[in-house]
């Protein structure tokens, strides 16, 4: 098994690509089971940040990195909430408020289209001179309401027309298969035989 530090902490986000990792022959350890802290996310684009994290990782660890930088961008709000996505509604995290703050803000609104973007970013060490750069795009409509209990963010309220259901209602494999993480692994894998 190769191994790659996952620069997230998020138990949900580690799950996701562990299943789209492991049968490739990659053990994925998460950073902060390595004592690495999370880094700063100062930039505007999920680029940035994602290469930012995916450096910060392999310097601490001296592994290989993965980092993925994701988020909602809602067409009526200017594509907001964008790289802050996490934390559109303030310190400390939360998504229960963070998808208050969206449906308040789009309240009145009849456009609701909105798509999740998802940039990989893989570098083989700290200062890799060609990171590995993968990008996935999920495109759907915000709902008035949430609906299902699966995945997590946004997804209660993300609603995907060609599959009828919100991201929440979506079993983990067909979600793996669709969603914009999903989308930007598997071009992300079609790249991996040059690691």
């Given at each position: 098994?190769?191994?790659?530090?996952?620069?997230?902490?998020?138990?949900?986000?580690?799950?996701?690509?562990?299943?789209?990792?492991?049968?490739?022959g990659?053990?994925?350890?998460?950073?902060?089971?390595?004592?690495?802290?999370?880094?700063?996310?100062?930039?505007?684009?999920?680029?940035?940040?994602?290469?930012?994290?995916?450096?910060?990782?392999?310097?601490?660890?001296?592994?290989?990195?993965?980092?993925?930088?994701?988020?909602?961008?809602?067409?009526?709000?200017?594509?907001?909430?964008?790289?802050?996505?996490?934390?559109?509604?303030?310190?400390?995290?939360?998504?229960?408020?963070?998808?208050?703050?969206?449906?308040?803000?789009?309240?009145?609104?009849?456009?609701?289209?909105?798509?999740?973007?998802?940039?990989?970013?893989?570098?083989r060490?700290?200062?890799?001179?060609?990171?590995?750069?993968?990008?996935?795009?999920?495109?759907?409509?915000?709902?008035?309401?949430?609906?299902?209990?699966?995945?997590?963010?946004?997804?209660?309220?993300?609603?995907?027309?060609?599959q009828?259901?919100?991201?929440?209602?979506?079993?983990?494999?067909?979600?793996?298969?669709?969603?914009?993480?999903?989308?930007?692994?598997?071009?992300?894998?079609?790249?991996?035989?040059?690691?």
């Amino acid at each position: 098994m190769k191994k790659l530090v996952l620069a997230s902490n998020n138990a949900k986000k580690m799950k996701e690509l562990n299943a789209l990792l492991a049968p490739l022959g990659f053990e994925v350890i998460p950073q902060g089971q390595l004592g690495i802290p999370e880094a700063e996310e100062p930039h505007c684009t999920f680029v940035e940040n994602a290469l930012a994290k995916a450096r910060h990782a392999a310097q601490h660890a001296g592994l290989p990195a993965l980092a993925d930088d994701s988020g909602l961008c809602v067409r009526a709000l200017g594509g907001a909430p964008g790289v802050i996505s996490a934390r559109y509604a303030g310190e400390p995290k939360s998504d229960a408020r963070n998808n208050e703050k969206l449906l308040a803000e789009l309240a009145g609104q009849s456009d609701r289209r909105a798509h999740f973007v998802s940039v990989l970013v893989l570098v083989r060490s700290a200062d890799d001179p060609q990171p590995i750069i993968a990008e996935g795009e999920w495109h759907g409509e915000i709902l008035a309401t949430p609906r299902g209990a699966e995945g997590f963010g946004y997804d209660p309220l993300f609603y995907v027309p060609a599959q009828c259901m919100t991201a929440a209602e979506l079993d983990a494999d067909t979600k793996n298969r669709l969603s914009h993480r999903g989308q930007a692994m598997q071009r992300l894998i079609e790249r991996l035989p040059t690691l």
